[in-house]
């Protein structure tokens, strides 16, 4: 029964067989095993070769584990002569070449290192942590050029920070039409973006449709530079995060403006304040509405701010523009400066302000994916070296 689930496990092709599985000093399943052909197939050109140089000494790769006890393979492997490659040591159906793990170990290490920590890997199997990141910089440099590769129409481009510091920062494309990611780059500039585009070649650069960004001027110059004719379309969890920046500033200044009861109503209710209308739980409403009958700028700042939430309807750039201008006039003779210099913001954007009623796109995937990179990095206590962290990225988004 063991020879033949061995036998299914590790032989993908035929001409070779199990002879003997015996226990060593270590208490360690040892599966031997001997070609039962003559030919050989050479590991460079993968052409079958008659012509046998010589038998080098047995080798060891580690299997799963059976009833909790580690198994080994071990083997004697010819060297073939080949005509293309010269002397080549044989391939054998159950490893790959230069490898000391069978296929299926492999698999399940890269498998496992996709929930779970390097160092947790690590333990399980009984690994040195540097033989974990070897396999999976090998599966990513495999999956990298078919990855890659694809047609990319709309992406996204964000940053995200992987530890503590001012330069710990990645930038990572998304395409928002698969959901997955695209390139990581180092830093958060200009420069690593071209960098991106540098490897997409400017024949694809100039296929792309749109791209969706915050308001960062370095991504801006990157993008227009590499790619003019692709609209850039300003994130929408973005753009009403600077809108209720504004209202908040404004609530800052009312608490420290008037005293008494007046600050008193206004203390402990800035999320209440902030969060949109209907979201707002009905017993909390009579609280917010106590709150806004006290103070009149609040009450302006608070339904300019529910008004503006009209915009994202739209369904042309030219109608989403005409609204933008007419929410303006509401501000006249309400003396509210942070809103008016939230205004001006958009103003000096309005064309990615107004692709969203095009493209209806946003970062919201790609933000959900930067939790997903803080998780990978908290889960393994940080990353001394960046490049091992891009790495576990890579491996934990493509399936």
Known sequence: MLYSILTEQLFAAKGWRVTTATRDYSQRMVVHLEPTRTSAICSGCGETKTRIHD????????????????????????????????????????????????????????????????AGVCRQFGLHWSSVMRLIERWVE???ERQFQRPLRYIGVDEVSYGRGQNKYLTIVWDHQRSRIVWIGRGKDRDTLD????????QRAHKLVAVTMDMAQGYINAVTAAAPQA?????????????TRAVDEIRKQEFWRRGGRYRDAIRGKKWLL????????WRRRGDLAVLLMQNVRLFRAY????HFDHAWTYTTERGMKAFIVRWRKSLNWTRLRPLITFWKM???????????????????????NNMRVRSISQRGKGYRNPNNLMLV???????
């Open 55 to 118: 038998v080098k000494p047995a080798r060891e790769w580690r299997h799963l584990d059976a009833c909790n006890v580690q198994l080994v393979v071990r083997s004697s492997l010819r060297r073939v002569r080949c005509r293309h490659c010269g002397v080549r040591i044989e391939e054998v159906p159950w490893a790959r070449t230069r490898s000391r793990f069978t296929h299926q170990f492999e698999a399940e290490v890269l498998r496992r290192a996709r929930d779970t920590s390097i």
């Open 303 to 306: 339904v300019l701010k529910e």
């Open 142 to 144: 495999e999956a990298a």
């Open 195 to 202: 960098a991106f585009f540098t490897k997409l070649g400017p």
């Open 346 to 368: 958009l103003m000096r954007h309005i064309k990615g302000v107004v692709a969203w009623a095009k493209h209806r796109l946003s970062n919201a995937a790609l933000e959900g």
């Open 274 to 281: 902030l969060k949109k209308h209907r979201h707002v739980h």
């Open 231 to 243: 609209d850039i379309v300003f994130d929408r969890f973005h753009i009403e995060r600077y809108l």
């Open 393 to 399: 990225l890579y491996h934990a988004s493509w399936r």
